[in-house]
């Protein structure tokens, strides 16, 4: 039984599209994250959600809108979509903001999106 | 300058050889340090993780921090073909916001 799952795996796209992935944790944990991987692996957050509340945004487009209907789903939705969009996009959750703990995340296994 | 500094590489090293894998920072109020693994196309799970300078052992793998020189490692005893993946150091600051270098890319060759 997949701990984070993200849907779809793949996405190939033309420029000016809009894409969403989903994702959906059933870990109980209370924060979720989007981070983006760029070519060179480097990890890169995007969002932080807590109990549905955003905590982190970082310096993203604001074509790039997360939404988390609830503590267990965190959703990315990209906009007009430009060609240094391609790259991995991981989902991942963690118990709690990290305060005290080990600082472990769950990842999914990415979403790969290539755009045209 | 990067806060977290990592070589990406490739590593390569024959089967059976011990690997040491690096990381150097900058921020000397990191707190946690962890070293995550990442396979080919999948998403990147916790190995380990230290708090204090020293050493933690689990197996094969020992994670070593050293606080005074900013510098934390990983080794890997015996290494192993399944051993080949991404190793990424991530670290957690004062805000316990987690800080990630670029990963090594490690290829043992049998």
């Known amino acids: 039984d997949t701990a984070v799952s993200q849907t779809p795996k793949y996405l190939v796209t033309q420029m000016g599209n809009d894409k969403s992935i989903k994702c959906e944790q059933n870990?109980?944990?209370?924060?979720m994250y989007w981070y983006k991987q760029d070519s060179k692996k480097f990890l890169k957050i995007m969002f932080s959600?807590?109990?549905?509340?955003?905590?982190i945004n970082e310096t993203v487009p604001n074509r790039f809108s997360p939404k988390s209907p609830d503590k267990a789903h965190l959703n990315l939705h990209i906009n007009s979509l430009e060609l240094g969009d391609s790259a991995v996009y991981f989902c991942?959750?963690?118990?709690?903001?990290?305060?005290?703990?080990?600082?472990?995340?769950?990842f999914g296994e990415g979403s790969r999106l290539t755009v045209l | 300058q990067k806060e977290v500094e990592q070589d990406p590489g490739p590593l390569s090293v024959p089967e059976g050889a011990i690997v040491s894998l690096n990381c150097t920072y900058s921020?000397?109020?990191?707190?946690?340090f962890m070293w995550y693994r990442q396979y080919s196309r999948k998403g990147p799970e916790l190995l380990m993780y230290?708090?204090s300078s020293g050493n933690k052992e689990d197996g094969r793998f020992t994670a070593q921090v050293d606080k005074s020189s900013k510098y934390i490692s990983l080794f890997i005893r015996d290494s192993q073909p399944s051993d080949s993946a991404t190793y990424l150091c991530?670290?957690?600051?004062?805000?316990?916001?987690?800080?990630w270098g670029a990963g090594t890319k490690l290829i043992i060759k049998p």
């Open positions: 991530a670290m957690t600051d004062s805000n316990y916001q987690l800080i």
């Open positions: 921020n000397s109020a990191f707190q946690y």
């Open positions: 230290t708090y």
């Open positions: 959600y807590n109990n549905k509340e955003l905590i």
């Open positions: 870990l109980g944990h209370d924060t």
């Open positions: 991942a959750s963690s118990q709690d903001l990290l305060q005290g703990n080990t600082g472990e995340l769950f």
